[in-house]
């Protein structure tokens, strides 16, 4: 069995873990975490400082390498500015997020649970991504 494969699938059944049972694939509780004016659920916070701290430690153990513990090389992003795709971007995952009260990972993990609003969810993404493709590979207009 190919061990990019193994790799990606072991990874994928850790994440997928750590977002059940942090709550995080459950959209009442992230919506109740989102409502910062209502019946406020910190309790999430503690589970983003947690990756937060796991980021830094694993970005920090792979900056200087060129390739993974794999050997596949390391494609780590490299731009610093902001312009506005990356905000228009995030204003779109931040309004999604708090409209459906999934994020892509969560919406997956709840998706293979066969929950009925995370299939919207995916389905949606799916589509909002089909869209992008299409438009990324127009022909670009010239004045």
Do not use: Q
Not at 74 to 91: E, F, V
Not at 104 to 109: M, R, S
């Amino acid at each position: 069995m190919n061990k990019y494969f193994v790799s990606a699938f072991v990874t994928g059944l850790i994440f997928g873990i750590g977002l059940l049972v942090s709550g995080m694939a459950n959209p009442d509780k992230v919506l109740s975490f989102l409502d910062l004016a209502g019946a406020w659920d910190p309790s999430l916070a503690f589970v983003m400082g947690g990756a937060i701290v796991v980021g830094v430690i694993a970005f920090t153990f792979v900056r200087g390498r060129t390739h993974s513990l794999l050997g596949a090389p390391l494609k780590l992003p490299t731009k610093k500015d902001l312009d506005s795709r990356l905000i228009m971007g995030s204003l779109g995952f931040g309004i999604g997020w708090g409209l459906a009260g999934f994020c892509p990972g969560p919406a997956l993990v709840a998706f293979g649970a066969g929950e009925m609003k995370a299939i919207v969810f995916v389905v949606a993404m799916l589509a909002g991504m089909g869209i992008f493709e299409l438009l990324e590979r127009r022909p670009k207009a010239t004045a």
